[in-house]
């Protein structure tokens, strides 16, 4: 007979007056893997933090119901027996990081378990070059490897991750399955929120499908029970509206950049972009599309090289709570808009990009995908000439990254530069020409 890992009555539990969940019943062994799907907003990472026993630290945040994790009560365990029995990666990594550098970060959770730490450990998550870099400089995909590489190697039987591949290049999603498929074959356990649940089909999970709130589906893995577009049903490839006429919006030659002690990360790179025109950049995780995109914007300034703009620049970064000014969406959005702006215009753009219904929801309370459709609405209603939107459709669905997709290509269309750096191939439809980075510079075609 097969023992239980996790198992969960949630009554209700959520934000008082703001969402909630309820009524979610659920039941995992041990060599068991669950994935919880849903839209964007279904309430998938309140179900989790419910079930780690972390919600009621939120503001306004309630749970009635029973857990067990490995025969343990979250709510009223000692910390240290959690620690020692569960892993967990937060929807927003940098959230899960208190160390100052790499290493330590690493040994941290060996040290509180009295273990030692070895970090030549994190040589297989990419990270062996990186022991005494700040954690801060991390690029998303880092930290999220970093995370991966703290929680596996601590040990623990039940883990516990909120779209742990959304800033992972390819190679390492499929390396990460790999690690999580050895964890299940070693009679552990894992929960899994992911708005790509095909990812995780390889390990023959259960699957549970959230609709507001509310359980839709709770059963074995089976496509046909999934809410989403298929990705073929995204719109085709764009025509392109743009010639060798069109006024170009930025041009970079030559750039060389390097953090100080450091090599260059950037090498004699070049790029340029007419109004009109999107481009879309890739490569591995901490290759530099972040710090290049830094020094589009003009946050950082090139070692060697120039860059010359013309019209306003925005960079939308990979933790859309950097970008805003305004403490809930509406006041966002109206900072954006000006003080002549209509409440029909705001309301528009909030329809388009699906956030209608939580114009009055604090930002701090939102989830990761509200907040990146929201900080692209406030984007395109303040008017720049030139976007830089770093994983804009990270942890959306395909019914969310169809408005994502639609509005960047109106902007586009009304004579905006676009420039896109993701590793999502859902984008590249859109996309006039492709660059990769590879060793500190760009290879466009």
Wanted: charged fraction near 25%.
């Amino acid at each position: 007979m097969l023992e239980t890992a996790v198992k969960a009555e949630v009554s209700e539990a959520g934000y008082k007056n703001i969402f909630s969940i309820k009524d979610v019943f659920l039941e995992l062994n041990y060599g068991e893997a669950l994935v919880i799907t849903g839209r964007s907003g279904s309430g998938k990472s309140t179900l989790l933090k419910s079930l780690l026993g972390i919600i009621k630290l939120s503001r306004k945040g309630f749970f009635r119901g029973q857990v067990k994790i490995a025969g343990l009560d979250p709510y009223t365990a000692k910390p240290e027996k959690l620690f020692k029995t569960i892993g967990y990666i937060p929807q927003d990594p940098w959230y899960g990081v208190l160390g100052h550098t790499v290493e330590t970060e690493y040994c941290l959770s060996f040290s509180v378990l009295g273990l030692p730490c070895d970090p030549r450990g994190l040589d297989q998550y990419g990270l062996g070059g990186l022991r005494n870099h700040i954690t801060y400089g991390l690029s998303a995909g880092q930290v999220q490897r970093l995370l991966w590489a703290s929680n596996i190697d601590k040990g623990g039987k039940v883990f516990f991750m909120d779209e742990p591949g959304v800033y992972i290049d390819e190679d390492g999603k499929k390396k990460f399955l790999n690690l999580i498929e050895k964890h299940l074959d070693m009679g552990g356990a894992a929960i899994i929120v992911d708005h790509d649940p095909l990812l995780w089909s390889k390990l023959e999970p259960k699957l549970l499908v959230l609709e507001n709130g509310r359980v839709k589906y709770f059963g074995v893995f089976k496509e046909k029970a999934l809410p989403f577009l298929k990705t073929s049903m995204l719109k085709p490839r764009r025509r392109k509206h743009y010639d060798e006429n069109t006024e170009e919006k930025l041009l970079a030659e030559n750039i060389w950049f390097r953090y100080p002690g450091q090599e260059y990360i950037i090498r004699n790179t070049s790029i340029s972009i007419r109004g009109g025109e999107i481009i879309g950049i890739t490569g591995p995780n901490g290759i530099g599309k972040s710090t290049l995109l830094k020094l589009l914007a003009g946050i950082y300034r090139p070692s060697k090289g120039r860059i010359i703009r013309s019209g306003k620049t925005i960079l939308i970064p990979e933790n859309p709570l950097l970008f805003f000014s305004g403490a809930t969406i509406k006041e966002e959005l109206q900072i954006s808009c000006g003080e002549n702006c209509s409440e029909d215009k705001i309301q528009s753009i909030a329809e388009e990009f699906g956030i209608q219904h939580i114009l009055d929801k604090p930002l701090a309370e939102t989830s990761s995908g509200e907040r990146r459709r929201a900080a692209l609405a406030s984007a395109f209603l303040a008017g720049y000439d030139v976007f830089l939107l770093d994983e804009p459709s990270g942890g959306l669905d395909n019914y969310i990254v169809i408005n994502v997709i639609e509005s960047i290509v109106s902007a586009a269309e009304r004579g905006r530069a676009v420039i896109i750096a993701s590793h999502d191939k859902r984008l590249e439809k859109i996309y006039d020409k492709t660059c990769r980075f590879t060793e500190g510079s760009l290879e466009c075609r």
